[in-house]
Every structure is written in structure tokens, then in C-alpha cells.
């Protein structure tokens, strides 16, 4: 047993070992690369019940048993987990998806590193649970110009997308244009509710990035709604899969770079949070599993995107 438990700590040490290495060499040698965290942080809710959305689950008295315990240890956990991701680089911007509150963002950026100069641009949306996309952005580096929501209009009471524009402070004062995007659940089997959603969202305008859990995988019909809209699949290195139930890996977040974009880079999934249940046996630990209370991070891992000129 405590050789099984050993070897197990050892391979969960190897594999933060070998991230942390490729989070270091992801960007090579390029002076002037950007650094992007997205990650999508599984029903981040505080614990009061708002009257306007369907969070009472997530509160002391509701299902969930939410109470002031929980929702801290999942803060710290997730703090840990963007300090890790980052590795020895400070981001110069994240994007977080199912974020309940003001509450929410207060708690977690009082637990990231007092060095990390990060601004936020959040707006509370539509979305019928009360989760939001919200963008942080090292505001030494970069100057934010415009940003906003993108509703909805294919799928009522839904998420909305968010599109910024920043303006690099120092030379070169380059332009870059991020969408930040979290597609309708695959509770909706209908893949018309993601690529109606799509469309919506995109006729805002053109991005240099669109990053997001799109609820899709893609290497399948993702890969040509996005190609009809002038984007390609930015190069993905590491293990395939950004989203684990259980034993089965999907990968459901991804980033995709404008055909005409003079940006290039690529993206890996960070390994935070894996759970080792035996020899072939890799999974998450999520927050909730099933009903049951795990009082991991996410199920989804964090994605580390570096991109040039």
C-alpha cells in the first residue's frame, strides 16, 4: 500500500514537473510574446442566493450545502491553480467563465500574487444562472480601449460573450483584439444551439483570438463553422482533453486565431488538479462529482496560451 501511494505521489510529482517545464518553453525564444490563462472555474458562486437567477443550490440551506468553507477552499484552490498555470511569467491576461459575483472576483484576486498588476473588466450578463465571463489584463503592459458584451440573440437567457480590444503601453504599441466566448451546455444535445450561438457572437466582429470553452470538440463540426468565419484551431501541444468526468476526457476549450491575424502562437492544457486513481487511471478532481462534494478546483483544466508576431 505504501509503495501504491509512493509511486502514485511520484508520477503526480513528474507530471506538474514536466508542465511547469513546457509552461516555461511554451513562447521559446520570441521577446515579445503574450501570456494567456483561460479556464473555465465550474460553478464559482458565492454562497447568497441572488433573486434574479437560479443559484440556490449553490447556498448554505440549498443542495449543494454552499457554505462559507467551501466556497473559500474552492478561491484558494483556484488561486493556487492560476499561480501554477502562469508558471514564472506574470499573465498578461486572463479569462475565467462561470463566475457568479463581484463577491467571486474579490475573494479570488485577494489570494493571487500582490506582484501580479492586474486590472478586471467584468459585467454582470443575462445568463439565467447569474455565470459570467470575466477578462483580468496586466495593466503595466497593456491599455484597455474598448470592451463589452456580446448577447445572445440565438438562445434565450444565456451566457454572454465579451470582446476586448488593448493597446500594448510600451513598443511595439500593437493592437490586439481578444473575444473571450463559453458556449450553451452540452445538456443541450442539439449542436445547432452552439453553432446558432457561434454565429451570434461573431457578427460583433473580427478578433486576432477567440478563446473559450465552446462546448465542442475541435476536430469535429467546430472546425468548419470556424472556418466559415475566417478562424483556424490555434496549434494544441500536450495530451489531448481540457475536461474530464469522471475516467472520459473531452476537450471542450480551445483558442482560434483570425486567418488574417498577424498574430501566431499555440496553447496546452495545464495539468492542475489531475487525480490518479491507478496506473491507467487519470481524471480531475472537480469541485462536485455526480451530486458528491470533491472540493477540487474544476473540471476543467486551465489553458496556457502563448502567442507573437
Not at 196 to 222: Q, Y
Not at 231 to 237: S, W
Request: aromatic residues 12%; contains cysteine; neutral net charge.
Amino acid at each position: 500500500m505504501a509503495d501504491h501511494l509512493a509511486s502514485m505521489l511520484y508520477r503526480s510529482y513528474i507530471l506538474v514537473c514536466l508542465d511547469l517545464l513546457l509552461a516555461s518553453s511554451l513562447c521559446g525564444q520570441e521577446v515579445d510574446s503574450v501570456h494567456i490563462l483561460w479556464w473555465n472555474v465550474e460553478n464559482a458562486f458565492d454562497t447568497v442566493d441572488a433573486p434574479l437567477t437560479y443559484d440556490e443550490e449553490f447556498t448554505p440551506e440549498g443542495i449543494k450545502a454552499w457554505n462559507s468553507y467551501r466556497f473559500y477552499r474552492k478561491i484558494t484552490v483556484l488561486a493556487k491553480g492560476l499561480r501554477a498555470a502562469a508558471g514564472a511569467d506574470i499573465p498578461d491576461f486572463i479569462g475565467l467563465c462561470e463566475v457568479e459575483s463581484p463577491a467571486v472576483m474579490d475573494a479570488l484576486m485577494h489570494r493571487l500574487p500582490w506582484e501580479w498588476p492586474l486590472w478586471q473588466y467584468y459585467e454582470e450578463g443575462p445568463d439565467a444562472r447569474g455565470i459570467d465571463i470575466v477578462v483580468l489584463y496586466h495593466s503595466e503592459r497593456w491599455k484597455l480601449i474598448e470592451a463589452g458584451q456580446i448577447a445572445n440573440e440565438a438562445v434565450e437567457r444565456s451566457r454572454s460573450a465579451v470582446m476586448t480590444t488593448f493597446v500594448r503601453r510600451e513598443t511595439p504599441l500593437d493592437t490586439l483584439v481578444l473575444s473571450w466566448w463559453h458556449l450553451p451546455s452540452r445538456r443541450r444535445s442539439n449542436p445547432a444551439y452552439r453553432q446558432s450561438s457561434l454565429a451570434s457572437f461573431a457578427r460583433e466582429g473580427t478578433s486576432d483570438l477567440i478563446l473559450g470553452d465552446m462546448n465542442s470538440d475541435p476536430r469535429g463540426p467546430l472546425a468548419g463553422w470556424m472556418k466559415a468565419l475566417g478562424y483556424k484551431h490555434l496549434p494544441q501541444t500536450g495530451p489531448w482533453g481540457t475536461y474530464a468526468f469522471g475516467q472520459k476526457w473531452s476537450h471542450l476549450d480551445s483558442v482560434w486565431r483570425c486567418l488574417s491575424s498577424s498574430w501566431q502562437g499555440n496553447y496546452k492544457a495545464f495539468g492542475f488538479g489531475l487525480s490518479h486513481g491507478g496506473p491507467h487511471y487519470t481524471s480531475l478532481k472537480p469541485t462536485f462529482y455526480a451530486g458528491k462534494y470533491f472540493g477540487g478546483a474544476s473540471d476543467h483544466l486551465p489553458l496556457r496560451i502563448c502567442i507573437h508576431k
